[in-house]
């Protein structure tokens, strides 16, 4: 599998972002999935959508960027991070 490139967008792309990318570089590597992760801020994504194979975003993002979008709030609330991780991997399996 090519490595995948997956955009963690926040609301400033520093403090929540860094967060949200360590714990998916972590388990994406755990799970044998080479990936290049990018982080921004949600206002960048329309911009920067097209380069990458997955969003994880822990604000709300515009409709319409023809990729999947997955909820990165579990991340910070530790509620659902596994089913979130689960469903990242099978997004860049597809």
């Not at 994406?28 to 992760?37: A, D, F, V, Y």
């Not at 194979?53 to 822990?58: G, Q, R």
């Amino acid at each position: 599998m090519k490595r995948k490139t997956i955009l963690v967008a926040c609301g400033t792309a520093v403090a929540t972002s860094t967060v949200v990318a360590s714990a998916i570089e972590e388990a994406m590597q755990e799970r044998g999935i080479s990936i290049i992760l990018r982080q921004c801020k949600a206002t960048e994504l329309p911009s920067l959508a097209a380069d990458a194979d997955v969003i994880v975003s822990t604000t709300p993002v515009p409709d319409g960027l023809g990729k999947p979008v997955i909820k990165g709030l579990p991340f910070l609330t530790g509620i659902g991070k596994a089913a979130t991780l689960d469903q990242i991997e099978a997004a860049l399996r597809d």
